[in-house]
């Protein structure tokens, strides 16, 4: 008996018992970070070219696919994606990439038609492979893995066992600064044999832990500076997972290995670092009047009327709360997740879902009053004024909808991006972004175009389709993610001013009084500009001190206080004629999303980790 073998004998008696009767070693390959879209070939040359190298590869059991598929989310692209990955030879398993989440017109509904699901669980030769999704969907946020991805992951985990070895999947490394509720997911997984976290984002190979559990970021499949596509191989070997990088043409070059033995955490410890929420101390006169936690992942703002809270989820239901003390009253299940931000007036409620359906409610009960069949899913907030609902879609259409019949009025069809923000309404116009850098103004009273602006930019990543705009002495305010403030003419749609100075993003609001127009900056700061005057002009800047800060949360304001709310969980009171700060609470590190503020300093809120909730807290401004 050779030296070699008998070595072999001793390390398979070393693995777990599950795992010595079906050891076999393996490769497997990865691709992360593919970014195809129309008009530019390159990308998919550069998959192609992997697809053949991976299809000449010898002993290559599967291929993980780890986000990043397409540069604009689009079911077009993804088909097309999905096209090529077929010709592999070999099994691919297939997760989503924040630009299959932020930036998708089906909602992120057309990931799953296409690939079959949205998260995958297989074994191989004894290791259990999971992939789940990890990025922010639809709000430019922070990435975040939704609390039922969570509770599915414990699930798988739990069946496995303690001892089986684990290799996790996902797009964004789960740290802090990445992932914002890391933590949930390193304490959710940490009991268990974690062998790695593999994933790309970064587009370069990075060796990482994850409160202490090792982190594998691969490189992207876009050729490089020396014109070379690539990709991953791990080779699994009894005692070690070999990382390589494979650039197309080239041989393979070793740069990380991981035991299948060693101990790289402590299994019954915690999380390295947890959120800071030592501002609530700051500011003892805050109060939670009530908080509740739904276990689903909520991506829209409450919508109130009387002593009723409405808010949709993730999972498709549209939930009643109590206003007083956030009792559920009622739930109605659509067929897909709920997106935009319903509106409640005169007893009913209008939402649209990723089913392709706008449904009216009974605010009372929750019954089924009407329904009205899109083309597409719906996406885009709900106006409700003078007894109609105004609301736009994937389909490139905008609606306005009679609020108790749901007969439609008219439908204005020549958006060319899709729609997720709210209609600003005002006495003869409705004015709304789409993801075509087009913001368009209609007649109120038919739907016929009034007039586009645009804003000359290339790509739709620049368009003012998340802010919801305002309008004040005869024009129209936006924000727009290249970071610029802009006043157009509500009558001609010519642009008044545009400044570039505060480097706002996305967000806008319009106070009480009509004076002055709210903003939040790229960086600890809320904004105020005269909303009078030909030109533009700061009236206060205000530091908040909330950090790098990118999501649509549009500040509110409410008997002369300015809200506001951030991704990571943050929401704070601005004195609406000065700036100063009035307080300022942490409720959770997601996203939350813009707030409801009421009389008597209450203020309502709902967040990505799946929170809903009241603040209370005295208002005292000077005189």
Same mark, same amino acid.
């Given at each position: 008996?050779?030296?070699?073998?008998?070595?072999? %004998?001793?390390?398979?008696? +070393?693995?777990?018992?599950?795992?010595?009767?079906?050891?076999?070693?393996?490769?497997?390959?990865?691709?992360?970070? #593919?970014?195809?879209?129309?008009?530019?070939?390159?990308?998919?040359?550069?998959?192609?070219?992997?697809?053949?190298?991976?299809?000449?590869?010898?002993?290559?059991?599967?291929? #993980?696919?780890?986000?990043?598929?397409?540069?604009?989310?689009?079911?077009?692209?993804?088909?097309?994606?999905?096209?090529?990955?077929?010709?592999?030879?070999?099994?691919?398993?297939?997760?989503?990439?924040?630009?299959?989440?932020?930036?998708?017109?089906?909602?992120?509904?057309?990931?799953?038609?296409?690939?079959?699901?949205?998260?995958?669980?297989?074994?191989?030769?004894?290791?259990?492979?999971?992939?789940?999704?990890?990025? $922010? +969907?639809?709000?430019? *946020?922070?990435?975040?893995?939704?609390?039922?991805?969570?509770?599915?992951?414990?699930?798988?985990?739990?069946?496995?066992?303690?001892?089986?070895?684990?290799?996790?999947?996902?797009?964004?490394?789960?740290?802090?600064?990445?992932?914002?509720?890391?933590?949930?997911?390193?304490?959710? %997984?940490?009991?268990?044999?974690?062998?790695?976290?593999?994933?790309?984002?970064?587009?370069?190979?990075?060796?990482?832990?994850?409160?202490?559990?090792?982190?594998?970021?691969?490189?992207?499949?876009?050729?490089? =500076?020396?014109? @070379?596509?690539?990709?991953?191989?791990?080779?699994?070997?009894?005692?070690? !997972?070999?990382?390589?990088?494979?650039? %197309?043409?080239? $041989?393979? =070059?070793?740069?990380?290995?991981?035991?299948?033995?060693?101990?790289?955490?402590?299994?019954?410890?915690?999380?390295?670092?947890?959120?800071?929420?030592?501002?609530?101390?700051?500011?003892?006169?805050?109060?939670?009047?009530?908080?509740?936690?739904?276990?689903?992942?909520?991506?829209?703002?409450?919508?109130?009327?009387?002593?009723? /809270?409405?808010?949709?989820?993730?999972?498709?239901?549209?939930?009643?709360?109590?206003?007083?003390?956030?009792? @559920?009253?009622?739930?109605?299940?659509?067929?897909?997740?709920? /997106?935009?931000?319903?509106?409640?007036?005169?007893?009913?409620?209008?939402? &649209?879902?990723?089913?392709?359906?706008?449904?009216?409610?009974?605010?009372?009960?929750?019954?089924?009053?009407?329904? !009205?069949? *899109?083309?597409?899913?719906?996406?885009?907030?709900?106006?409700?004024?003078?007894?109609?609902?105004?609301?736009?879609?994937?389909?490139?259409?905008?609606?306005?909808?009679?609020?108790?019949?749901?007969?439609?009025?008219?439908?204005?069809?020549?958006?060319?991006?899709?729609?997720?923000?709210?209609? #600003? /309404?005002?006495?003869?116009?409705?004015?709304?972004?789409?993801?075509?850098?087009?913001?368009?103004?209609?007649?109120?009273?038919? &739907?016929?175009?009034?007039? @586009?602006?645009?804003?000359?930019? $290339?790509?739709?990543?620049?368009?003012?389709?998340?802010?919801?705009?305002?309008?004040?002495?005869?024009?129209?305010?936006?924000?727009?993610?290249?970071?610029?403030?802009?006043?157009?003419?509500?009558?001609?749609?010519?642009?008044?001013?545009?400044?570039?100075?505060?480097?706002?993003?996305?967000?806008?609001?319009?106070?009480?009084?009509?004076?002055?127009?709210?903003? =939040?900056?790229?960086?600890?700061?809320? /904004?105020?500009?005269?909303?009078?005057?030909? %030109?533009?002009?700061?009236?206060? *800047?205000?530091?908040?001190?909330?950090?790098?800060?990118?999501?649509?949360?549009? $500040?509110?304001?409410?008997?002369?206080?300015?809200?506001?709310?951030?991704?990571?969980?943050?929401?704070?009171?601005?004195?609406?004629?000065?700036?100063?700060?009035?307080?300022?609470?942490?409720?959770?590190?997601?996203?939350?999303?813009?707030?409801?503020?009421?009389?008597?300093?209450?203020?309502?809120?709902?967040?990505?980790?799946?929170?809903?909730?009241?603040? =209370?807290?005295?208002?005292?401004?000077?005189?």
């Amino acid at each position: 008996m050779n030296k070699y073998f008998i070595s072999l %004998v001793c390390l398979l008696c +070393l693995l777990p018992g599950g795992l010595q009767a079906q050891w076999k070693p393996f490769r497997f390959a990865q691709l992360t970070d #593919l970014h195809l879209r129309g008009g530019n070939a390159n990308p998919t040359e550069d998959l192609l070219r992997s697809v053949a190298q991976i299809n000449a590869t010898d002993s290559l059991d599967f291929v #993980l696919v780890t986000g990043d598929l397409t540069d604009e989310g689009d079911r077009e692209s993804l088909e097309h994606v999905k096209a090529t990955l077929d010709l592999l030879k070999v099994p691919y398993h297939i997760i989503l990439g924040n630009h299959e989440t932020k930036w998708s017109a089906s909602g992120c509904t057309a990931f799953s038609q296409v690939f079959g699901g949205d998260r995958f669980a297989f074994e191989h030769n004894g290791i259990l492979f999971l992939g789940f999704n990890s990025g $922010p +969907l639809m709000r430019m *946020a922070d990435g975040h893995v939704a609390p039922q991805d969570i509770t599915w992951m414990r699930e798988q985990l739990a069946q496995a066992g303690t001892e089986k070895p684990v290799i996790l999947v996902t797009h964004y490394p789960v740290q802090e600064g990445d992932v914002d509720n890391w933590y949930d997911v390193t304490d959710a %997984v940490r009991p268990y044999n974690i062998r790695l976290f593999i994933g790309g984002h970064y587009h370069r190979c990075l060796q990482l832990a994850y409160d202490g559990i090792p982190g594998v970021l691969m490189r992207s499949n876009l050729r490089d =500076k020396d014109g @070379k596509s690539g990709y991953g191989i791990y080779e699994v070997t009894p005692d070690s !997972i070999v990382v390589y990088t494979q650039r %197309v043409g080239e $041989p393979k =070059k070793r740069w990380a290995a991981y035991s299948l033995h060693a101990s790289y955490y402590d299994r019954q410890g915690k999380a390295d670092k947890y959120p800071d929420f030592s501002v609530n101390r700051e500011y003892p006169q805050v109060k939670e009047a009530w908080l509740l936690h739904t276990g689903t992942g909520i991506y829209s703002s409450p919508a109130v009327e009387g002593d009723r /809270v409405f808010v949709g989820d993730d999972l498709g239901r549209l939930t009643a709360y109590s206003l007083r003390k956030g009792k @559920k009253l009622w739930s109605f299940e659509a067929g897909q997740r709920i /997106v935009g931000t319903p509106a409640a007036a005169e007893g009913v409620v209008v939402f &649209g879902s990723a089913d392709c359906r706008i449904y009216g409610l009974n605010a009372e009960d929750g019954q089924l009053l009407w329904t !009205i069949e *899109a083309g597409e899913p719906v996406l885009g907030a709900v106006t409700i004024a003078d007894g109609t609902a105004y609301i736009g879609d994937s389909d490139h259409t905008l609606r306005a909808i009679d609020l108790h019949s749901g007969r439609v009025h008219w439908a204005y069809t020549g958006v060319k991006g899709y729609i997720e923000t709210k209609p #600003l /309404v005002t006495a003869d116009k409705v004015i709304f972004g789409a993801w075509d850098n087009t913001l368009y103004a209609l007649n109120r009273a038919d &739907g016929s175009l009034l007039w @586009k602006w645009e804003n000359g930019l $290339p790509g739709m990543h620049y368009s003012p389709a998340a802010v919801w705009p305002v309008a004040a002495h005869g024009k129209v305010f936006i924000s727009d993610p290249k970071r610029a403030l802009t006043a157009i003419d509500l009558e001609t749609g010519r642009t008044v001013w545009r400044t570039f100075r505060s480097q706002v993003r996305e967000t806008v609001a319009l106070s009480a009084d009509s004076s002055r127009i709210y903003s =939040k900056t790229m960086n600890d700061s809320i /904004v105020a500009y005269a909303a009078e005057g030909e %030109v533009p002009r700061q009236v206060w *800047a205000s530091n908040v001190g909330f950090g790098y800060e990118h999501a649509p949360s549009m $500040p509110a304001e409410q008997d002369g206080v300015v809200y506001g709310s951030t991704k990571g969980g943050l929401i704070f009171a601005l004195e609406a004629k000065t700036g100063r700060v009035l307080w300022k609470h942490k409720v959770g590190n997601s996203l939350i999303s813009t707030v409801v503020p009421l009389p008597g300093g209450r203020v309502l809120f709902t967040a990505t980790g799946g929170e809903v909730g009241m603040l =209370k807290a005295p208002v005292r401004l000077k005189d």
